[in-house]
């Protein structure tokens, strides 16, 4: 079955602008979290989604926000970019119940000059 | 704060060894523990899961082993091969939906 896809997998913003970036999990989970990847912080959780319910946010600004559709395709949006939001945007899917391991995408690089 | 922290960035070992990865969680009420493989341009890749009430868990080639008194969690990888070389990291996951908290990752480099 096809993984978690994540569109687009390169992109490049200049500061100020907004950004989205968008997951579709596999199929028949609908569960989706979203992390970022940076050399300095590593992963970092930002949200996760659930029945197009956000059930918790990490430590990050307004700035980053994110939604979920019925058919459990998810974006995120970045607000307002800044160069240290530079990073490997990482979606993950997994099954309804909790302690399931979670199934990531390739990510999308986002570079903000 | 509560974290979880691997003990060395790079692991450098020679083909055909056994590889030990190990990683440091501070948080008791961790219950769920996973090993990830990040190969150059990928996503993390699932290796390994185990629960709190488990202290070892097989997989093909891989072994992981949870000790909930020292909170230490570890990745053993048998006859090493090339492609196995990768960033592994550590993740746990307190129930729920707090999501998952990474460690920094060790770099396992295979000597030939």
């Known amino acids: 079955k096809a993984g978690v896809t994540q569109t687009p997998r390169y992109l490049i913003k200049t500061r100020g602008q907004q950004v989205t970036l968008s997951c579709s999990p596999i199929s ?6 979203w992390y970022q ?10 949200f996760e989604y659930f029945s197009e319910t956000q059930r918790n946010k990490g430590n990050f600004p307004g700035r980053f926000s994110g939604r979920q559709f019925s058919n459990s395709r998810s974006e995120m949006n970045v607000s ?3 160069l240290g939001d530079s990073a490997l945007y990482l979606c993950a899917s997994r099954r309804d119940s909790p302690n399931y391991g979670y199934t990531f995408g390739s990510g ?6 | 704060g509560e974290s979880v922290g691997l003990h060395l960035p790079t692991l450098s070992v020679q083909e055909g060894d056994n590889s030990i990865i190990n990683c440091a969680y501070s948080n008791s009420a ?17 290796i390994i899961d185990i629960r709190s009430n488990m202290d070892k868990r097989q997989g093909q ?3 992981v082993l949870l000790n909930k008194t020292v909170k230490h969690l570890s990745l053993q990888i048998a006859a090493t091969q090339p492609g196995d070389s990768a960033v592994y990291f550590c ?4 129930g729920g939906a707090d999501g998952l908290t ?5 770099h396992l480099i295979i000597q030939p």
């Open chain 2, 102 to 106: 990474f460690g920094k990752g060790t």
């Open chain 1, 80 to 82: 307002t970019l800044e």
């Open chain 2, 30 to 46: 961790s219950d769920y523990f996973i090993w990830y493989k990040q190969e150059s341009g990928k996503g993390p890749q699932f």
């Open chain 2, 61 to 63: 080639r891989v072994t």
């Open chain 1, 37 to 46: 990847q940076t050399p300095g912080q590593g992963l970092q959780f930002l």
């Open chain 2, 91 to 94: 993740a746990e996951n307190r």
């Open chain 1, 28 to 33: 028949g989970h609908r569960s989706v979290s």
């Open chain 1, 108 to 113: 999308t690089r986002l570079t903000v000059v």
